[in-house]
Structures are given as C-alpha cells and as structure tokens.
C-alpha cells in the first residue's frame, strides 16, 4: 500500500513550521554517498550558512543527526563528566528537560526557577552561581516553546563568565527567527533544530561550540558516554579528515541546505522584522477576538505565542474543529497551562500575514458558533492597523 498523500494542513503550531516547496523538492533530489566529493560541497556550504545564520566563526559548527533533543543531548554529554556541577534555568518543558538530560550525565544539577510564561531572573542565577562558584556550565533556554517566553541573554552572560562556567543556550525556537548572535553575545554553545524557525523538516540539530568549550572538551579525564554524539568522532567526520563515523542523513541535510540558502536570501534582519511583524499583529487580532495574551509584552517570543483560551470555550474542541474544518493547527499548553492555553506557532515560513488573517478568521467562526461572540472584522482591522504602522 503506497503512502497516502498527506492532507495540507497549515503548521501553526509549536513545531513543526510548514516547509516551502524548495525545501521539499530538494529531500528529493537523488541520493549521492555521503563521502562523494559532491557531497562534501554540499556539507562544507551547510557548515559555512549554519555559521551565517548562528552569526559565529566557530570552526565547530554542524548539524547533529537527530532532532532538537539529540542538539540538547550532544552538547551536555559532551560538555559534563560524572560529578561535574552544572546550573539550570527551569522556566518551562525545554528547562526541564535539560535537567534530566544532565543528570543523566551523571553532572550534579541545581535548578533556578522562574513561573512558567516568566523568564528565569539573572540576579537569581548570579546568587546561584556566588553560592557554587565550581559550577562548570549554566544551560539556559533562550525561547521557551511550551510557555513562549523570551530569556534575555545579556544578563545571563556576564553573570555565568564572570564565574567562568560556560553557557549553554537552547535557541531551538529562535535560531532563524529573532537574533541569537552567538559570537557578539559571547555564548559557548548553541543549538537548535530544523522545524522551528529554520523551516525544514525534523531530523538535524544545528549546533555550535565555542573555543572555551572546546577547551574545556579537551581537558576531559573520561570517555563521552554516548559514542553517537562524541564530539571527537564528528569533529573528525565534519572536519578535514572526513573520516567516516556515521551515515550522514545525506537528503536531510539536502532540506537543510536548501531551507538555510533560504533564509540566506531573506536576509537576516528581515526575516526576524518578518517574525516580529505578524507575532504583532497576530497578538492585536487574537486580543480583539477577546483573548489574553500569556506573557508580558517584553518578553513575548515574536516565533511563539501563547494565549489564554476564553471562559467557557473548551481546548479540544476548538483544536479538533481547527483541524478538520479548517485544516490548521494550533498546539494546546503542556504542564500548568493544559486546557488552559494555547500555543501558536509563527516559525519560518509560517511567519506570513495571509496565516495570521485565516487563522484569526477560523477563530472567529468558531468561537461564534460556539455561542462566544467577537468579530471578525474588528480583528482584521487591528491587525491591519499594525502592517500599515510598520510598513
Ligand atoms: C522543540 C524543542 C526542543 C526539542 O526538539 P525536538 O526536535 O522535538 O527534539 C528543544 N527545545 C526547545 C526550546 C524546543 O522548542
């Protein structure tokens, strides 16, 4: 039985974004070996756009085979050995996972928590460090996607450097969408992932590791525990040597190529002006349509947008009538927020004006046959109201 032709149903949820038609026509392209001297082309220029849109020079700068996660995993075990003091900011899902993830690597893990939709307080985490001045790495979460808060990095830098442990970001849902900039804010080691803001299909982890991490790796007294991820054995593959470690997901990083060469035209600052314009006027709309917006306006990702769904309007059955009715989707709210909040994806290509207005006018209808009135046409006006501001 031939695979059924997926029905087009319009990505606006936390992940994954909707792919352009590029990016899939490329998957396709003929296979080659992923040792073919054309195909060593195709990796140097993916490490030299990855480098562009990261806004790095670090030489150590590929993309892991494997999601988001395997990015998060392949940088904590290559960083942590048993016993190795590590600090964590736990504002949401992403923190939380990180903190399993290290201690799995055996590291000793301490929490600094913020309430879910609120970015984790610097003067909290510089207190945290003063009392453990041996923590080795301070991981972080720069775009929370189950709460959709923003973590300022600044702050954060300048107290994790100045006790001289290494910062580690999750950018999976900036990266591609508003600045990460991993070389002017001096950050350690960044990853992300390709369905977020990148706009390609799951399946690579984009990653980045600085000199002094570098370093640091090359001070280890033990084995990585994880022969996959060993950074060592990828730096030789990516690398000069081109020494075979693993089978690289040759088509996927034909997406990932493509979906970056993409973004390379855009333009940066244009493609994070793209993301903040229509989070903007999808917040004016969603907030003409009666909802609150969960987090504060300075902290408000321009890539994810979380909103409180309307007394006596049920999560399920609005998701489910999106989806069939409407063919889109939206994600509801993971821990604290289920039943409570949504979760609306602007990522990449999904980032367009024409999906802020259908999605607004799906709402509308919906919330109007289920007896909640608002109006449509008030809502397309704010919204129009902020193109023509900026425009
Ligand atoms: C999606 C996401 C991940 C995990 O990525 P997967 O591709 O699902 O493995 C990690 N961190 C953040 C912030 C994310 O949004």
């Not at 195709?42 to 993309?63: G, S, V």
């Not at 939709?117 to 775009?143: C, F």
């Not at 693993?246 to 970056?260: D, F």
């Not at 799906?362 to 046959?369: E, G, K, M, R, V």
């Amino acid at each position: 039985m031939k695979l059924e032709k997926p029905a087009e149903v319009l990505l606006m949820g936390p992940g994954p974004s909707p792919v352009h038609n590029r990016v899939l026509k490329a998957i396709g392209q003929h296979t080659i070996g992923h040792l073919d001297p054309d195909f060593l082309k195709i990796m140097n220029r993916a490490m030299d756009l990855l480098r562009f849109i990261f806004e790095t020079k670090n030489q150590t700068t590929f993309p892991v085979s494997g999601t988001g996660s395997a990015g998060m995993e392949a940088a904590l075990v290559n960083m942590l050995e048993p016993g190795d003091k590590v600090l964590i900011g736990v504002n949401g899902v992403f923190g939380q996972r990180m903190v399993d993830v290290a201690s799995r690597c055996g590291a000793e893990v301490i929490e600094v928590n913020a309430e879910w939709g609120r970015p984790v307080d610097s003067g909290e985490l510089e207190k945290k460090l003063a009392a453990h001045t041996d923590v080795k790495l301070v991981g972080i979460v720069h775009a929370e996607t189950s709460t959709g808060a923003q973590q300022p990095l600044e702050p954060v830098v300048e107290a994790v450097h100045k006790y001289d442990a290494l910062l580690l970001v999750d950018a999976v849902t900036s990266l591609g969408g508003l600045p990460v900039a991993v070389d002017r804010r001096d950050l350690d080691i960044v990853y992300s992932g390709n369905q977020k803001c990148l706009g390609a299909p799951p399946g690579l982890a984009p990653i980045t590791f600085g000199r002094r991490a570098m370093q640091k790796f090359e001070q280890r007294k033990s084995k990585v525990q994880s022969w996959y991820l060993d950074l060592s054995f990828l730096t030789r593959y990516w690398g000069e040597e081109r020494f075979y470690h693993h089978t690289a997901p040759i088509n996927m990083i034909y997406a990932l190529y493509e979906a970056l060469a993409m973004i390379e035209e855009e333009g940066l600052e244009e493609r994070f002006y793209r993301h903040r314009l229509n989070s903007g006027a999808l917040v004016a709309g969603l907030k003409a349509l009666g909802m609150k917006p969960v987090v504060e306006d300075q902290y408000r990702l321009p890539s994810l947008i979380t909103v409180w769904i309307p007394e006596n309007i049920e999560d399920a059955e609005v998701r489910s009538r999106l989806r069939t009715e409407h063919l889109i989707e939206i994600g509801g709210g993971l821990g604290p927020f289920k039943g409570k909040a949504w979760r609306i994806g602007l990522m990449g290509n999904g980032s367009q004006r024409e999906n802020v207005e259908r999605l607004l006018r799906a709402l509308s209808d919906i919330f109007n046959q289920l007896g909640h009135r608002c109006s449509l046409e008030e809502a397309l006006s704010e919204a129009a109201s902020l193109y023509q501001q900026q425009e």
